[in-house]
């Protein structure tokens, strides 16, 4: 029988930690949280590698490496509330949902939504699930203290940023074709200031591409 509890060790000794990832609530949440328990049942073995878990559809778990990078980069911390664009299965949103005060998880299929239901209700009682299309967000609950897209983007809607508060932070993965970096944002006085912070790739996700110039 695997030994997912090793597995988990493993997986933050050897990727997250050597990267430079050492706040204790992101650590602790990394080792309590069952990463195979959020993904699809044919994934399950390879739950810990280093490489993006595919859920279909152009959608994955990001690796733990960049996942836990952009959380440390992101600094959330117990009293923010965090949107948590493209939840897939639930991973993200179960991990942030052990530092963060409440986080709101975006799922635009309605399917994996579902599955993910129970499993965020088993592993934490602190995030609202909801359906919808990823690019307008979740206006409703916001505005957010924090936003987390767990996936690529090649441009930032103005729906989300205009879900984010005044001295808000969001932590994204710029597409550039086969090339991606992750960029973290300040919103001040309305306005977001991006800066780099390591390079790491990922599909881009709906409602986040840009928009195709045709020229005659």
């Given at each position: 029988m ?5 597995l988990?060790?493993?997986?933050v ?9 050492t706040?204790?609530?992101i650590?602790?949440a ?21 490489r ?14 960049t ?9 959330v ?18 991990v942030?949902?052990?530092?963060a ?5 975006v799922?635009?299929d309605?399917?994996?939504?579902d599955e ?6 088993e592993?934490?009682?602190?995030v ?6 990823l690019?307008?967000?979740a ?12 996936g690529?983007?090649?441009v930032?809607?103005e729906?989300i ?14 597409m ?17 200031t ?13 409602g ?6 045709f020229?005659?």
């Amino acid at each position: 029988m695997t030994n997912f509890v090793t597995l988990r060790r493993m997986m933050v000794d050897t990727q997250v930690r050597p990267s430079d990832v050492t706040k204790f609530p992101i650590i602790d949440a990394m080792l309590r949280v069952p990463r195979e328990a959020f993904v699809p049942d044919e994934a399950v073995d390879a739950a810990y590698a280093g490489r993006n878990i595919d859920l279909g559809d152009g959608r994955v778990v990001l690796d733990p490496r960049t996942f836990s990078k952009m959380l440390d980069a992101l600094n959330v911390d117990g009293d923010d509330l965090v949107l948590d664009i493209g939840s897939g299965l639930g991973y993200s949103a179960a991990v942030i949902a052990r530092i963060a005060e409440a986080v709101v998880a975006v799922e635009d299929d309605a399917d994996r939504a579902d599955e993910a239901q129970p499993l965020l209700m088993e592993h934490a009682d602190n995030v609202i699930q909801h359906t919808g299309p990823l690019a307008e967000g979740a206006p409703q609950h916001g505005p957010y203290d924090a936003i987390f897209i767990e996936g690529g983007i090649e441009v930032l809607p103005e729906t989300i940023a205009g879900q984010l508060k005044d001295g808000g932070r969001i932590a994204c993965i710029f597409m550039d074709g086969a090339l991606g970096t992750v960029k973290v944002g300040w919103k001040i006085d309305g306005t977001i200031t991006w800066r780099f912070s390591f390079n790491a790739t990922a599909p881009v996700l709906a409602g986040f591409h840009k928009e195709v110039a045709f020229a005659l």
